[in-house]
């Protein structure tokens, strides 16, 4: 299909504003209001205002995870972006090397490194922004030789490799020491992620420090006398030591105990001699626990004896790090990643964490919310049926929430959103059939609760216990991932599916459950399984799991499960028997991220096959209609490199699927013959999700919180002839009459963290094409015949006299849009206005606040909308639902906000 038949769709942000995992950091020496800060897959953010409000920059490159910023102290307007997270979670994206803006974040260059993957730290010298270093970690499933310190001497026009170990050890960190500039020191990571569920990666020897005595140009490496041999991620910071160069280390040694331990060896070393020898200084295991997620560490430039340890808490020590105090966290534990400290004022710090980044100005003692950053990473999604509708999501390290689709205030702000449980950060959430007071939701490890929103309590119903963090899969026959797999079925409201190594299925809301598969993974309680599996050992010693479920609404008994290790089964018979269906050819550890069961057909149901985990980028969808004995491979107009996570077909236009992949949305209109794209405005992130609820199309970004495509009547509608047409007035979907908003008091100004509600009114779309002459004119007809209002494209906008508050509340014209191509119109639901002299009208909301006279509101009912264009009418009925809310708005008095 042209994409100027969609033209006039646009995403729409919800929420929430509940900040997202941040990984890097940079402000602006001696202005404490500028800082950046960089997340893991929503792009790069900026504050002029301390903290109080974020801009959004760098959303529309082909990538959106950031794993490093710097600026150039000589040129503040250069700056420079890493992409690629290095926190290196199972859920972290990819970058494609690195950027430069020229005007402090306005437009952005790609410089080159593309396939570094993941990028750990950036250095630009401090008297040339030409001059940069770059800390390149590599693939992180997979080999690759572009890894390691890359050197640019002309602003990232040409890169030289400089420190290259091998093609599965990068480097992680870079340290400058800032009284001896040309002196920089580097930290080397081996480390890869497997392609199951492991809380942490696996490392392997390599890790290293080394030393440059020319800026990065050569490197030696470092004797490190006193450090432990098995050494995992380390982190440096080098000092301002008048007395020689001090460097400090945070250390990470071995396989840890535990999610929140250290293994042996792990712990703060210092060294006052450059790096030749190091010492112990602090093994306290608050410090140090899951090295590899945080290891970073940042000194006072102006007291080489004030260092700060960022970890579930952020740590300050002002004795040269035998002693610490928490400055900032939460006994929930926040996980600060990274830390800022102005070298020109040691009281201005900037932190990132899992939940945001953060400001503060008076040497850490108040620091400004996160609750102002739309960067949350979203798992899964569902909703309910209420109107306005609600959805349920799953946030990576903040839980899951419920939030509506429309605020009452006339935006939607953070009084629409609340937190829920039941679900967990990784899981599925949606709320119980008939009863959307009750929650059901899954978790990490097998956890499985249902929670009352009215009672607030949550309940525990895991079919097998819950498996720790860390925990090595058990003959006892059962493993969970990382985001349990639960489905509701759509014929009874007491019945779930859990996925472990079997299915297993609950009929009274999770009081009992019982196995209705055998096993379905490649697990063999007889394989000998000593030490640490390999990819070939991993799936028959127990590492694989059911990773998706689908239930078929159309027949009962149909349950498609998909795992992790390439399997794929369906039941016919309620798990009775069961049907070996994986498409050929997939290879090991594909892993079955999302089955959806088509809504009109039993034998159909479409895969988004994940190979990622394998260092395979390719975009792999099957899609069957006869139960799986035959597949098509489906991919066709996704390009390499985008992975896809879900595939969900339109329950209104039969072979109308969309497709959420690693950097955006795809639709197709043949039943996944071609896809293309349906970005538009949405920024770049990943789709982890995807749903069609009340015409409307909702997706998951994991970075950049929840997005709806309002009314998608023209994807459901068009065809190839439309774009042909003269003329094409598309069937406007029904229209609830809501009100433009009904809460008293003041309105909420820009400060405040929002996000737009929907069109308030009856949403018309149609298609105009190049030999159009004339003005266009829009009218809407009662059922018994009689001129409601009519619209032109020829009308002027009415002179509004001055206004006593500023642009940003004021609603534009409503003038008939009659545009080569996709136009959309909102009627508002009112009649023809009277005759007075124009004002601004009430309720404000911002960018909505009404023009009047307004018209007397048109009661629900049927309606009938006329388009003439060039003296030719083209007709479209339309229904008017009454206000869910049970009042009738009446016509708001004049005057100001």
């Known amino acids: 299909m042209p994409p100027s038949l969609f033209a006039s769709l646009h995403w729409r942000f919800i929420g929430p504003y509940r900040g997202g995992r941040t990984d890097a950091v940079a402000g602006v020496p001696g202005k404490p209001a500028v800082a950046y800060i960089g997340t893991v897959d929503g792009g790069v953010f900026k504050t002029i205002d301390a903290g109080t409000t974020w801009q959004l920059l760098f959303q529309h490159e082909p990538v959106s995870s950031i794993g490093a910023i710097a600026i150039a102290r000589s040129n503040p307007n250069i700056i420079y972006v890493g992409s690629g997270e290095n926190t290196i979670r199972t859920d972290a994206t990819y970058g494609d090397g690195v950027y430069r803006s020229h005007d402090a974040g306005k437009t952005w260059q790609h410089v080159g490194l593309d396939d570094a993957r993941h990028i750990g730290r950036i250095l630009v010298s401090p008297a040339d922004p030409n001059d940069v270093l770059v800390a390149a970690l590599g693939h992180a499933w997979g080999t690759n030789v572009q890894r390691g310190v890359f050197l640019s001497t002309d602003g990232g026009q040409h890169w030289k490799k400089t420190l290259y170990v091998n093609d599965h050890t990068g480097a ?60 995992g991620r380390v982190g440096i910071a080098a000092a301002d030591a008048k007395s020689g160069a001090r460097i400090y280390a945070i250390v990470s040694t071995g396989t840890p105990a535990g999610a929140n331990s250290g293994g042996a060896g792990s712990g703060l070393y210092r060294s006052d001699d450059g790096g030749t020898s190091w010492a112990l200084v602090n093994s306290t295991p608050r410090l140090l626990g899951r090295g590899w997620y945080f290891g970073r560490i940042a000194v006072d430039p102006g007291n080489p004896d004030v260092l700060y340890i960022p970890n579930t808490t952020l740590y300050r020590s002002t004795d040269g790090g035998k002693h610490f105090t928490a400055l900032k966290g939460s006994p929930d534990g926040d996980d600060l990643q990274r830390l800022w400290v102005d070298p020109k004022d040691p009281d201005h710090l900037v932190a990132t964490a899992d939940q945001g980044g953060s400001v503060s100005l008076d040497d850490g003692a108040t620091w400004s919310g996160w609750f102002n950053q739309p960067s949350a990473q979203i798992y899964h999604i569902s909703t309910d049926d209420a109107v306005p509708f609600n959805v ?81 899969p058990t003959a006892a026959g059962y493993s969970a991932p990382w985001n349990t797999a639960l489905a509701p079925s759509p014929f009874n409201a007491d019945t779930l599916f859990a996925g472990t190594r079997k299915v297993f299925e609950t009929t009274d809301a999770g009081k009992h459950w019982h196995a209705i598969s055998p096993v379905l993974t490649g697990w063999n309680p007889n394989a000998h399984c000593p030490g640490m599996p390999t990819r070939k050992s991993a799936a028959e010693c127990g590492y694989s799991v059911v990773y998706a479920l689908a239930v078929s609404p159309v027949q009962p008994g149909i349950i498609w499960a998909g795992t992790d290790d390439g399997r794929l089964w369906v039941t016919r018979d309620d798990g009775k028997h069961w049907s070996k269906v994986a498409p050929p050819g997939l290879g090991p550890w594909s892993r079955m991220d999302t089955i959806a069961a088509d809504p009109r057909q039993a034998g159909t149901a479409y895969v988004a096959v994940d190979r990622h985990e394998v260092d395979d980028l390719k975009p792999y969808i099957y899609i069957t209609h006869d139960f799986g004995q035959h597949w098509r491979r489906a991919a066709s107009g996704i390009p390499d490199g985008d992975y896809v996570h879900v595939v969900r077909p339109d329950p209104a236009r039969r072979g109308l699927l969309y497709a959420g992949t690693e950097q955006g949305v795809f639709v197709s209109f043949n039943d996944g013959h071609a896809w293309q794209s349906l970005q538009l405005n949405l920024p770049t992130s990943s789709i982890r999700d995807l749903r069609v609820h009340a015409g409307d199309l909702i997706v998951a970004t994991h970075g950049r919180g929840i997005w709806i495509l309002d009314d998608i009547a023209p994807l459901r509608q068009a065809d190839a002839a439309t774009a042909q047409s003269a003329v094409h007035l598309y069937r406007p979907q029904p229209a609830v009459e809501f009100s433009l908003g009904i809460y008293p008091g003041e309105a909420r100004p820009p400060e405040v963290a929002h996000a737009a509600n929907p069109p308030t009114g009856a949403i018309i779309d149609y298609w105009l094409g190049q030999d159009m002459h004339g003005p266009v004119t829009l009218a809407i007809y009662d059922a018994s015949g009689e001129l409601v209002r009519r619209y032109s494209s020829a009308a002027q906008p009415v002179t509004m006299p001055p206004a006593n508050f500023p642009k940003y509340y004021r609603a534009p014209p409503a003038i008939l849009p009659a545009q080569t191509g996709a136009n959309r119109f909102v009627w508002n639901f009112r009649g023809t206005p009277p005759s007075g002299p124009a004002h601004w009208a009430s309720p404000a909301v911002l960018c909505r606040t009404p023009r009047g006279p ?44």
């Open 392 to 472: 349920y999501a799953t946030q990576q390290d903040s839980g899951a929430l419920m939030i509506h689709s429309r605020g009452r205030s006339g935006i939607i702000t953070n009084h629409d959103w609340r937190p829920v449980a039941g679900g967990g950060e990784s899981g599925y959430i949606f709320p119980k059939k008939g009863d959307p007071n009750i929650i059901y939701g899954s978790s990490a490890g097998g956890m499985v609760a249902t929670y009352d929103l009215k009672t607030e309590v949550t309940t525990p119903i895991p079919p097998q216990p819950p498996v720790p963090f860390g925990a090595k």
């Open 854 to 897: 307004l018209g007397p509101w048109m009661p629900p009912g049927r309606y009938r909308v006329v388009l003439t264009v060039d003296g030719k009418q083209y007709n479209q009925p339309l229904t008017v639902r009454p206000n869910p809310y049970g009042w009738h708005p009446v016509v708001p008095h004049p005057g100001a906000c």
């Open 172 to 231: 992680i960190d870079l340290a400058r020491d800032p009284a001896r500039p040309q002196s920089v020191y580097a930290s080397t990571w081996n480390m890869n992620r497997p392609p199951w569920f492991q809380y942490a990666p696996l490392h392997c020897p390599g890790a290293a420090l080394y030393h440059s005595g020319d800026g990065g140009k050569t490197w030696q490496k470092l004797a490190m006398h006193g450090l432990p041999p098995d050494m």
